[in-house]
């Protein structure tokens, strides 16, 4: 069964730091890019960061760059994102989604339908 699963979610103080990591299972990620998305009640589902299947290439949402650092270890399958720096506008379900990196998917990185295979989720909170 394939499988992505999001951990390292919390609640955490604005300022603060959490990492999140994304775990494969049931496939190899070697082949796969990643995507973080987030989405807040009542908004759209947005993208946050992506990185390509060497780790090679990595995209950041403008309202991340400079926080927020995406990484991968294609030897534990695991991917993660490290946010450093949150404000209570980070406070979303962050959700991590595969997607063959082939063909044109980095130019459209954001476009969450491209995706073939998603987390659960896992939620951040930022407050005082």
């Known amino acids: 069964q394939l499988q992505l699963v999001e951990s390292g979610g919390g609640l955490v103080q604005p300022g603060g730091s959490l990492r999140l990591s994304c775990a494969a299972s049931?496939?190899?990620?070697?082949?796969?890019?990643i995507g973080w998305f987030r989405q807040a009640p009542g908004k759209e589902r947005e993208g946050v960061s992506c990185?390509?299947?060497?780790?090679?290439?990595?995209k950041y949402a403008d309202s991340v760059k400079g926080r927020f650092t995406i990484s991968r270890d294609n030897a534990k399958n695991t991917v993660y994102l490290q946010m450093n720096s949150l404000k209570p506008e980070d406070t979303a379900v962050y959700y991590c989604?595969?997607?063959?990196?082939?063909?044109?998917?980095?130019?459209?990185?954001?476009?969450?339908?491209?995706?073939?295979?998603w987390g659960q989720g896992t939620q951040v909170t930022v407050s005082s």
């Open positions: 989604a595969a997607v063959p990196d082939r063909g044109s998917w980095f130019a459209t990185w954001s476009n969450f339908l491209q995706y073939n295979y």
């Open positions: 990185i390509s299947s060497k780790g090679f290439s990595t």
């Open positions: 049931g496939f190899t990620l070697d082949y796969y890019a």
